[in-house]
């Protein structure tokens, strides 16, 4: 199915309003949105759920054995203490906290939705669906194949937000080069169909370099975002990020990042 088939009623992204709304937020800034990353597990959902956290992040792939069903779990990990349909019904249970499901296969994401379809019906809460569908700077893993996952999260009828992102690398002391005028114009393309709001994960360490294809990109419809990640290891001044938190409205970026880093930039 072409892109160019989805219906062509667009939505907007709803996680700020949401949270305005429920008085958990003053201003529509979405500096202010606090993370739990790789919610994967028993213990950390039960931790994520009562504390100050706005969106719970966590990965999804199939169980590596029998009984096969969607499980969280980041790879190489092929086994969890918690499936998907468990961690849905322990957030669903609270329903203030929005999700952001990461998908790390695609053999995952047809069933995973199906789980979806059954609590979105009184789920107010935001919901993200994550996938790195294209190649970025450095990427090594192989990405989802685009048109495989957004055929499958476009036939749902539930209003989701699509994070889709570039795979990428990043290494110490040598030049890391930033996002491409290729891979941006190439992501345009492949969303510019779509009526889903749309956030782009983009890697902090790599956003020095990238201004101005960043800077396109956002202009190009008023339903994108972005979302500024870091990985663990990854070294990054925040000072190169005050270019995009004071040239872009504070609506349209979400700053993943560690507290430090995120309430640094929000006061900026």
């Excluded at 792939?61 to 969280?72: A, S, T």
């Excluded at 339903?223 to 609506?251: C, I, K, M, N």
């Amino acid at each position: 199915r072409a892109l160019y088939r989805y219906p062509l009623t667009r939505m907007t992204d709803p996680t700020l309003d949401y949270f305005i709304n429920l008085g958990q937020i003053q201003e529509d800034d979405a500096s202010h949105i606090q993370w739990s990353h790789a919610t994967n597990s028993k213990h950390k959902v039960v931790a994520a759920l009562n504390g100050p956290c706005h969106m719970i992040e966590a990965d999804i792939l199939m169980r590596g054995n029998e009984p096969k069903e969607p499980i969280m779990a980041h790879p190489p990990m092929r086994d969890s203490d918690i499936t998907l349909q468990e961690w849905l019904e322990k957030v669903k249970k609270q329903n203030n906290k929005g999700i952001k499901l990461d998908f790390k296969s695609l053999e995952a994401v047809v069933p995973s939705l199906a789980l979806l379809e059954k609590v979105s019906g009184d789920w107010g809460a935001p919901m993200w669906l994550n996938a790195d569908i294209l190649p970025g700077p450095q990427g090594t893993t192989t990405p989802l194949e685009a048109q495989a996952f957004l055929d499958a999260v476009g036939s749902g009828a539930s209003p989701v937000v699509l994070s889709l992102g570039w795979t990428t690398g990043w290494s110490a002391e040598t030049d890391n080069p930033g996002y491409s005028w290729a891979m941006v114009r190439q992501m345009e393309e492949v969303c510019r169909g779509l009526r889903h709001p749309v956030t782009f994960p983009v890697r902090a360490a790599l956003l020095a370099q990238s201004f101005d294809q960043m800077k396109w990109l956002l202009q190009q419809s008023d339903r994108y975002t972005l979302t500024v990640w870091t990985g663990q290891e990854d070294v990054f001044a925040v000072e190169d990020l005050l270019p995009y938190r004071r040239h872009f409205g504070r609506s349209k970026i979400y700053y993943d990042l560690p507290d430090s880093e995120r309430l640094e930039l929000c006061n900026a």
